[in-house]
C-alpha cells in the first residue's frame, strides 16, 4: 500500500483523459484544456466557474497554452475529428487568443479585417508544445503514429510573430518519419527542442533534437 500525497478533483464536463494542459491565473483560479470535451474549463478552488465551446471552428481539440500576461494566454487547436474507428484530418490547426475576465474565458479575435473569430494558422496538423524564443512563438508539432498514411497530415515547426500574431516562417516536416505518441516535449536553450518521438522507419521510441538555427 501507499500514502495518497494529494487528491485529485474531476472537472464536470471533462473526458477521458482531460485536461491536456492548464494555465494558472492566480492561486484560486486554473484553465484546463479539456482536449478530448473540445472546451476549456476555468475552474476555482475545485469548483467550475465557466465553460467555453464557442469555438470558430467545429470540432476544436485544444492541446497546449502559452501564457501572455496574469490573464491572457495562447491555446493550440489540433486539426482533427474522430469519425467512428477513424481519425480524420480537418486542417483547421490554429493557435488562438484568450483572457479570462468576469469569471468569463473569452476569445479574442485577432484580424478584425476579416468576418469571423480569427486565430493563427499553423503548419503542423498537431500543434502539441509553444515555446518563446528569439521573440518568436515556437510551435511544435508532429503528426500523430495512430495517422494512416493517405490522410493529408502535416509535421512542422512554425515561428509566430507575437506582436503581429501571424506565423512569419516554418520548418516543414511532412516527410519526416518521426510520429507524436503523447511522449515529453521541451526546448533547451534558443535553438533546440527534444521530443520523445516513434521512429516510423525504424520501428522503435527515441528521443530526437530538432536544432532551429540550422533546421537539422
Keep these: 500500500t501507499g500514502t495518497s500525497l494529494s487528491e485529485q478533483t474531476r472537472t464536470p464536463g471533462a473526458a477521458s483523459g482531460d485536461p491536456h494542459d492548464r494555465f494558472v491565473v492566480n492561486e484560486m483560479d486554473v484553465v484546463l484544456a479539456h482536449h478530448v470535451a473540445g472546451t476549456l474549463a476555468l475552474g476555482r478552488a475545485g469548483q467550475l466557474v465557466h465553460t467555453f ?3 470558430p471552428v467545429s470540432g ?12 491572457e494566454f495562447l491555446v493550440s487547436n489540433q486539426g482533427y475529428k474522430i469519425d467512428g474507428m477513424n481519425t480524420l484530418i480537418t486542417g483547421t490547426s490554429s493557435i488562438y487568443k484568450f483572457k479570462v475576465e468576469s469569471d468569463k474565458i473569452m476569445i479574442l479575435d485577432l484580424d478584425k479585417n ?12 498537431f500543434p ?5 524564443t528569439g521573440g518568436k512563438l515556437i510551435v511544435f ?4 503514429s495512430f495517422i494512416d498514411a ?12 507575437l506582436t503581429l500574431m ?5 520548418w516543414e516536416l511532412d516527410n519526416s518519419e518521426y510520429k507524436q505518441n ?12 527534444y521530443a520523445n518521438v516513434y521512429n516510423l522507419t525504424e520501428d522503435l521510441y527515441q528521443t530526437v533534437a530538432f536544432n532551429l538555427s540550422d533546421r537539422t
Excluded at 476579416?114 to 496538423?125: E, K, L, N, P, Y
Excluded at 503523447?182 to 527542442?193: A, K, Y
Design 114 to 125: 476579416t468576418a469571423g473569430t480569427q486565430g493563427i494558422a499553423v503548419h503542423a496538423s
Design 60 to 71: 476544436a481539440k485544444p492541446e497546449a497554452f502559452y501564457p501572455l500576461s496574469a490573464t
Design 128 to 132: 502539441a508544445q509553444m515555446f518563446a
Design 141 to 144: 508539432g508532429l503528426c500523430a
Design 182 to 193: 503523447g511522449g515529453q516535449i521541451f526546448m533547451e536553450g534558443e535553438n533546440t527542442i
Design 53 to 55: 465551446s464557442e469555438w
Design 166 to 170: 501571424t506565423s512569419t516562417d516554418r
Design 150 to 161: 493517405e490522410q493529408n497530415c502535416k509535421s512542422g515547426i512554425d515561428f509566430v510573430d
